[in-house]
């Protein structure tokens, strides 16, 4: 089974967060695929720990060697298609993308963002949640 993970879920896996055990177990024997765009977002939101002085860094490097031994298969999405979400809900690309993602592979999205969980819902699209 294909799931779509974001870069909340990869965060909590790498910063050791509560929902970690959580959210192994949901993923274990699974096939994590996510839009390239994940990728991005995940340098970005280490950049923006080290902007704020919340982690050095060697912490950083760390969490993003640890992020590489994740196996997750990035796929495309298409351009056209998330804008059409986009417009339907007013929301950015970057989280459009991801209901992309599991529309295009019919697979669920397993998110920590309610506003993304929430978006996805609304476009009749499978979730898994770990409550917070």
């Given at each position: ?6 870069t909340?879920?990869?965060i ?9 055990e959580?959210?192994?177990e949901?993923?274990t024997?699974a096939n994590?695929?996510?839009p390239?765009s994940?990728?991005w977002?995940?340098g ?8 704020r002085?919340r ?5 950083a490097?760390q969490a993003?060697?640890v ?7 990035f796929v495309?999405?298409?351009?056209e298609?998330?804008?059409k ?6 929301i950015?690309a ?13 697979s669920?999205?397993?998110?920590l963002d309610r ?8 476009m009749?699209v499978?979730?898994?949640e770990?409550?917070?």
């Open positions: 089974m294909d799931i779509v993970v974001d909340s879920t990869l909590a896996v790498i910063a050791d967060e509560p929902e970690k959580a959210l192994i949901l993923t024997g994590l695929i996510a390239h994940v990728h977002e995940i970005n939101a280490f950049s923006a720990m080290l902007r002085g982690i050095t860094v060697e912490q490097i993003v060697q992020y590489q031994r994740i196996p997750i298969r495309d999405v298409e351009l298609e998330t804008l979400i986009v417009d339907a809900l007013g950015y970057y989280d459009a993308y991801l209901i992309r993602c599991a529309q295009k592979y019919k669920p999205l397993l998110s506003n993304l969980v929430d978006a996805t819902k609304h009749g499978k979730v898994m770990v409550v917070r």
